[in-house]
């Protein structure tokens, strides 16, 4: 599928609100340039749409705002073009990575090869201004990806929201809230189970808290599963806060295709040439 034939399957998923959204915001920020240096550049801000067709999503990867630094932002949550030095967060990712699965240490930040397997790198804000963190995170694109974020848990197929740090869960979990209620307003939902349930750690390890939605026929929610945990930047990776684990130790990689093959769907590769 094309990169703009992926974009509009995903606006034909939300409702009119987020997409007249969407094409303000795009209008409004191509404005903005005029005055301020923006990030991503403006053909890359929809790329997480761009690059994953909804029918081809497997995973859901929600970051804050993209890389506020000249080069960075390529509008993939967590990514950064080949040849681009790592960002702390994609260092603590990386390292995770390489210990959960005994892969090798990737070179490039370029988390593109994810997103081609139906990884969904998608920021909750989708523009900043130049070394301006979260300088964007009034304009309303929370109203775009919150949709965006409810329409993945409409999807058929099995899908894991990886939920890196409280804002992330914050929205993960009230997209699947709205939903789960829309749904047994319809009565299309009333089989939900196993919402909320804590999946044991295996042995010697910490993984992350799960959430689990039911599987039952019929169920909008069936195999939508939320891996929790703190954010993977410096300050958060290696502790635990409250009920969440630590990043660090949390397991999220071989946990998403533990239970992307419990739901029968392919796991994920996510190991990058090293």
Not at 28 to 52: C, H
Request: with cysteine; proline share 7%; hydrophobic share 40%.
């Amino acid at each position: 599928m094309e990169k703009q034939e992926s974009i509009d399957a995903w606006f034909a998923l939300v409702p009119e609100q987020a997409k007249t959204t969407a094409q303000r915001l795009l209008s409004e920020v191509n404005g903005l340039r005029a005055e301020q240096t923006i990030y991503p550049p403006q053909g890359d801000i929809l790329n997480a749409l761009a690059y994953v067709a909804p029918e081809d999503v497997r995973a859901v990867i929600l970051g804050q705002d993209p890389y506020h630094g000249p080069g960075q932002a390529m509008g993939l949550s967590f990514s950064v073009p080949s040849g681009e030095k790592l960002p702390p967060s994609l260092r603590n990712i990386y390292k995770e990575m390489v210990s959960d699965l005994g892969c090798n240490m990737p070179v490039s930040g370029d988390l593109s090869a994810w997103a081609q397997q139906g990884v969904l790198l998608l920021n909750t804000t989708l523009t900043v201004r130049e070394h301006e963190a979260n300088s964007h995170s009034k304009l309303g694109w929370q109203v775009v990806t919150t949709a965006i974020v409810e329409a993945c848990m409409r999807l058929p197929q099995p899908v894991v929201f990886l939920a890196w740090g409280r804002p992330a869960i914050k929205l993960i979990e009230s997209a699947k809230s709205r939903v789960s209620k829309g749904a047994l307003e319809d009565g299309a939902c009333a089989g939900v189970a196993g919402s909320g349930a804590d999946v044991p750690a295996s042995s010697g390890t910490s993984p992350a808290v799960v959430d689990a939605s039911g599987s039952s026929s019929g169920d909008a929610l069936a195999c939508k599963f939320i891996l929790k945990s703190t954010h993977p930047s410096p300050l958060s990776a290696s502790r635990a806060a409250g009920d969440l684990p630590a990043f660090l130790g949390s397991r999220p990689f071989s946990r998403a295709n533990d239970l992307l093959r419990e739901c029968g769907a392919e796991p994920i590769d996510w190991s990058l040439a090293g």
